[in-house]
DNA sequence: GGATGTGAATGTCTTCACAGCT
DNA sequence: AGCTGTGAAGACATTCACATCC
């Protein structure tokens, strides 16, 4: 199959929320117009979408939604669940540990470590935090499928390095740097300070 | 001057950390190549980047660093301070309004709601959450230039719709929704959710 | 010599418009 | 008639390559 460009992927994700809504709502059927105006985006784009991967509707009725959002479960890969490890117990880790939301969705936080010894062995809804020295000797026993870097700038680069050594093939990268890791480690950043800065610049030029 | 693209303004954001650094440092110059590396891009991508808004560099030589970032601040509207509200007082909200590096880069956080009676009261940092119904009488007095949604997905679109009526023209989304607002209104998303399955479609297709 | 600044070329993503099913 | 699926066109973003200047 082609490669597909990530704000496609991100928007099937977007899609899917909508999809579920729909399904709890008892609503059976939606068109791309429907599909599009949650997704922040065009019927074009979202019947172009789709095609990346097939044709899943019905002309002249829309689409089924639970068999839309079964198809999209499965190209996301969101059938199976993942184990994740958050590196730095600081505010943001914190959060991320203790967030109920992901387990809800198959992503299930079962590390938590950090570098600090007055971090390690705090204790959060049944998550203790490990010494960051000990993930040598427990990845091998239950690897993360995910790792997420929550730790100050400066650690972030060595962290990802070992974690990429140590079998970690997708990193959610808090820290505000750029991993530089192997082709075919996968990356994402969630970096609120450029955030922030696009918000000044766009205050600034309107 | 031209409209300039959303990933470009990111660029520049990224660019902007790294002289920052360099400034720390001591370093006083540096080239595109330099700028390229860290902002995970090419040296022709950051040139091709400063000269939508002028001739930064000197030939032969570089970029000189205070003054590329002096720049930087400029186009981004950094010179200024920013007043941030924060709405809804969960794992995130709370994350955020205790974190400090924001204020550090201009953007202070001075006001936090919630709907909960349970949070109303709470104090963080010297910050004390207040009921989401004082929003429409606290803002005419110390109206926020950024407003962030972090409250579940069902409050966000109402909540938006007061912050936009209340003439905030800047916000930051944490709910995993889609804000319909005015076209002169900024809105910047940050969903964990959709990186989260960004990643597990990247690990399932390599 | 060395690095910038930039038109031209390339590549990527989005929109259009309509043929094709139901 | 209604809505999908898709090639073609258009808009947008990135990369190339080289003239330009310090």
Redesign the pocket.
Known sequence: MR??????VR?LSLYLRFLEECEERGVAT??????AHRGA????????????F??????????TVSDLAKRLRNILGLEREYVVAVVGAGKVGRALAQYGGFAARGFHVRWVYDADPAKVGMEWNGLRVRDVRRIEADFPRTPPDIAIVATPADAAQSVAAQLVELGVRAILNFAPVHLTVPDDVAVKNVNMAIELEALSYALRHR
Chains 1, 2 share one sequence.
């Open positions: 490669r597909i460009a990530d704000p496609t928007r939606v068109s791309s117009e429907g599909l985006t065009t019927a074009a784009q979202v019947r172009k979408d789709f095609s990346l097939g044709s899943f509707g019905k002309r002249g009725l829309g689409y």
